[in-house]
């Protein structure tokens, strides 16, 4: 599946943890398929420690957004 993705995940949500893995990734991968990421822009915040990265990306408000445009 391709996705046309206009912005990265961290000038969506204008986050500046630069280290994050991607910050660095200059590949065009969705960051929901990127192992290490920083994020905890989910509607899941206050369960960030009891969910798991992939539970908590599917919750995620950019994945959604770049879902919605495909």
Known sequence: MVFLIMEKCYEYFGCEKFDCVMFQDKEEKPCWETEGTLCCFTVLTPLIEE????????F??????????A
Do not use: M, N, V, W
């Open 51 to 58: 969910t798991s990265q992939k539970e908590k990306c599917d």
């Open 60 to 69: 995620c408000l950019y994945k959604t957004h770049i879902l919605q445009q």
